[in-house]
């Protein structure tokens, strides 16, 4: 059977029961429901650089404040040139003066990986996950940020939305961390639709699926969604829940 799929992957970890193949049929429907409730015009596919600094700044930051240190952190210093050749102290002030939680290292981390872009690949940022991850202040979730928005690569980068709406929607385990949710997805959405996920998904945590009190009944999803059946809740997510589940 189509069952015994998929690898590390298991069924069990979820809090009711779907074969893989309704999942991926699900999976589909809710990934075009996604695409047509938030569209956009284009995919925000531009400079790997400059989606790399702003994912390093964007690290436990609101996205208002991060775009606008983003923006004149560009003003300012310009290029990738620039940048490395700028004393870490320097910039960590610049990051602080403008309002960047943890500074610090961020500063030392911006620095420090712009260096490393110019002396080992000739100032152009690698397209390798693995290479990527390999930066100072570069994680997972901003590898795939960069390969999605910078390279426009289908890639799905798991940040808080899509890991919570992906677990409300039983799309992942609830308990499981956000690399194996990132493997969920990628078992379950057709890799074309991968690019999609991320900005879909962000959209629909901030309009409707909110952290708290989702807006369940105005949402499109409702019908597919087992959150909005009682059968994922928060404090299944969140592991509060007393062992039943997991
Ligand atoms: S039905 Fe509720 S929980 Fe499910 S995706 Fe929509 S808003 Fe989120």
Known sequence: MAEAKSGSLSLEKFTFDESWEEKRKRAERIVKILMETHPREKLLIGDPYRTLIHCIISQRM???????????????????????????EEMQEFLKKNGVGLWKTKGEWIVRASQIILEKYGGRVPDDIR????????????????????????????????????????????????????????????????????????????????????????????????????????ADIKGKAQGSHS
Request: aromatic share 8%; proline share 9%; glycine share 6%.
């Open 131 to 234: 290479e990527l991850m390999n930066l100072p202040g570069i994680g997972r979730k901003c590898a795939n940020i960069v390969l999605a928005y910078g390279f426009g690569r289908q890639a799905i980068p798991v940040d808080t939305h899509v890991n919570r709406i992906s677990k409300r929607l039983g799309l992942a385990p609830p308990r499981v961390p956000p690399e194996k949710v990132e493997e969920y997805l990628a078992e379950l959405i057709p890799y074309e639709k991968w690019i999609y996920v991320n900005h879909a998904m962000v959209d629909h945590g901030k309009r409707i699926c909110n952290p708290i009190r989702p807006k369940c009944n105005e949402c499109p999803l409702r019908e597919l969604c087992p959150y909005a059946k009682g059968l994922v809740t928060d």
């Open 62 to 88: 609101r996205d208002e404040v991060t775009y606008k240190v983003w923006e004149r952190l560009f003003e300012r210093y310009g290029d990738i040139h620039r940048i490395a050749n700028t004393p870490v």
